[in-house]
């Protein structure tokens, strides 16, 4: 699979070009130190809690007993009518945490005496509800009705055990949670923070139940059942926005518990092979009704290529087949037998990306430092080049094929800048977004580094930079060029007032207004592809089969040791001998299967089924024998 980052789409602000901010340019490492700062100490003064577990397990016991509910439910009452109560009733035992990893809480008796809640009354449920309005109208008295400072810990506290009340989820309670929701979405953003971390910090069925109720919330609010049970929708307008703000706050905890690269890509997986059974019987259909005879080729996208014309032979079968790039890609090499099924097409990708991105193609430029690619700046008329390019991007992911080529993380943000393709193409900006000084960093380093320190100086910039409004760089043909970034910039001195402006200007200019043209094309050609509600997601222990090895024979021991001392070339050399790429897929090595066969033949060399990650590997009786035996047959597997 491509190498496509889940990166959560950036959202666009203003024009096409808009000047960034000092602080979207720099932040502030201090930041969050200041915010911690800003947020009161956890006060101490907590009054002695009538409603305790032990009180709790035994007046429930008591209660279904006898059937009365109603010293249990005083008690309950009493801790949820301020935040202070409630946080004295349910506040752990042990030392008082860094907000900004624990909540303090023991969760474990807030989902107990949620348990006992749903087992009483009704008219008992009714009580514990306006105790918990009570709690929300303190709160937005000491907030103010907006975020942006930090509130006391204790408020925050009682609106994360608050959120977790089952009864919210009965639509007669929904005017209490939509205010209970904007409540939690107007926090500040250090509070925010602190409840990302508390919500990864829940078990997983409190989780998800927290998150189904504010699904539901949002489904009965856009389509209600009956209108009557709800406020009319132009009066409740900020009921839905509050709780999509919620959900976001979800969803950053739900990131924080380890890499979702092998969901995504299931998913994305998952998509991709349903739309190819769809496009093959349309096309089976459409056959039948022309009363053509069917046949395979009408099922596979079907590339046949000489290796003498790759590039051009590929390039004008991607752009002849727009209708079939949707269908599972079989590749044939002119004159050669063989059955693709997998290795071939590997095999063409690497070849292909290889000769594409080769320098003297003027349409990318690579630093040596970064490692990365990026579009070439010269004013070339070839945007049907890069649309091509980015088809053959499409069809990789599509594909679950991994490339031999690095863009920097930007550049995915830029084809996710829409995730979907929006229907007025002609119109909309696409593949435009935010940038930052950080996404310079990645793709050319020492200029970034340059205008880091002009940012930084303390001197006059004026005079000790001697910069003005333009940009210069080397294109394609080696020329050198100069563009104003503003009207009449050359004319235009940066000074120590206007210099945030001029990095931000430079900055967007080399990842976005500079490349417009080229980047709009690649977006086109990759959406054509692989255009997928599933891309909307996209912001190590191997897996390794052995057959007829075991994980602690000695030959398996030597190929890892071997593998783990290799330089980083001969890893990427053994990866490509095997896998037939060079590149790990995302989520890691634990989403490749490569499994390694036993061969009892000492004569023969290591030898690798690309096709399925295999690598057969003979039962040498030394590690000096089969280092030496591997490392030859990766010298000479191209």
């Keep these: 699979m491509a190498t496509l ?24 490492q201090q930041q969050q130190q200041q915010q911690q700062q800003s947020m009161p100490s956890p006060r101490q003064d907590y009054p002695q809690p009538q409603l305790t577990e032990s009180v709790l397990v035994d007046l429930t016991e008591e209660s279904k007993r006898t059937g009365n509910w109603s010293r249990l439910s005083d008690l309950f009452e009493q801790a949820f009518s301020s935040p202070k109560d409630l946080v004295a009733v349910f506040r752990s035992a042990q030392r008082d945490p860094d907000p900004s990893k624990g909540s303090g809480l023991n969760q474990a008796f807030v989902e107990a005496a949620y348990a006992t809640l749903k087992d009483m009354p009704y008219d008992m449920q009714k009580k514990v509800l306006k105790a918990n309005i009570s709690v929300l109208l303190e709160k937005r008295h000491t907030m103010g009705g907006k975020g942006g400072t930090s509130s006391s810990k204790d408020d925050v506290r009682a609106l994360f055990v608050i959120l977790q009340n089952p009864l919210l989820e009965k639509v007669t309670t929904f005017v209490l949670f939509a205010h209970l929701l904007r409540c939690v979405a107007a926090l500040g953003d250090f509070d925010h923070h602190c409840l990302v971390n508390w ?5 997983k069925a409190s989780f998800e139940a927290l998150l189904r109720r504010i699904q539901y919330f949002i489904s009965v609010r856009l389509f209600p059942p009956k209108t009557e049970d709800l406020p009319p929708l132009d009066k409740a307008s900020w009921w839905v926005p509050n709780a999509v703000k919620v959900l976001a706050l979800l969803n950053a905890a739900n990131n924080q518990c380890g890499s979702r690269g092998k969901a995504k890509r299931s998913i994305l997986q998952r998509d991709s092979e ?22 395979m080729d009408m099922l596979f996208l079907n590339i046949t290529v000489r290796r003498s014309h790759l590039v051009a032979d590929s390039m004008r079968q991607i752009s002849a087949k727009q209708k079939d790039l949707k269908k599972k890609l079989r590749v044939t090499f002119e004159g050669e037998a063989g059955l693709d099924m997998g290795g071939l097409t590997k095999e063409w ?43 053959l991007m499409g069809l990789a992911v599509y594909n679950s094929i991994n490339l031999d080529v690095r863009f920097p993380s930007i550049c995915y943000r830029k084809l996710l800048s829409p995730s979907v393709v929006p229907s007025a193409t002609g119109t909309t900006q696409l593949g435009v977004c935010s940038i930052t000084l950080t996404d310079l960093r990645e793709v050319m380093p020492e200029l970034a580094h340059g205008l880091y320190e002009l940012l930084r100086h303390q001197g006059d910039v004026a005079e000790d930079f001697g910069a003005t409004f333009e940009i210069g760089y080397t294109d394609g043909a080696g020329k050198n060029r100069t563009v104003e970034l503003k009207p009449d910039g050359r004319s235009i001195s940066v000074t120590n007032a206007n210099r945030q402006e001029y990095v931000a200007m430079y900055c967007d200019y080399l990842l976005n207004k500079g490349v417009y043209s080229k980047f709009r094309s690649f977006y086109l050609g990759f959406h054509q592809v692989c255009a997928s509600n599933a891309l909307i997601l996209l912001r190590p222990e191997e897996v390794t089969v052995y057959d007829g090895y075991r994980p602690n024979d000695a030959q398996v021991k030597w190929f890892w040791d071997i593998a783990i001392n290799m330089e980083p070339a001969k890893q990427a050399a053994l990866l490509l001998f095997i896998t037939g790429s060079d590149r790990i897929p995302v989520g890691g090595m634990a989403e490749m299967q490569m499994k390694i066969v036993r061969v009892n033949r000492l004569e023969m060399l290591p030898i690798a089924h690309t096709c399925f990650n295999q690598i057969m590997l003979p039962t040498y009786k030394t590690k000096a024998t089969l280092t030496e035996r591997l490392l030859l047959a990766i010298d000479n597997s191209e």
């Design 199 to 203: 919500l990864a910090r829940l078990e």
């Design 274 to 295: 349903t739309q190819m059974i769809i496009m093959a019987k349309r096309s089976l259909v459409a056959g039948v009704a022309k009363r053509n005879q069917p046949s």
């Design 349 to 391: 990708f690497l070849l292909l990306i290889r000769s594409v991105f080769q320098s003297n193609s003027g349409l990318f430029t690579y630093n040596a430092k970064s490692r990365c690619y990026w579009f070439s700046l010269a004013p070339k008329d070839n945007q049907q080049e890069y649309y091509l390019i980015g088809a």
């Design 5 to 28: 980052s889940p990166i959560a789409p950036a959202s666009i602000e203003g024009g096409l070009y808009k000047t960034q901010s000092v602080t979207s340019l720099l932040v502030p």
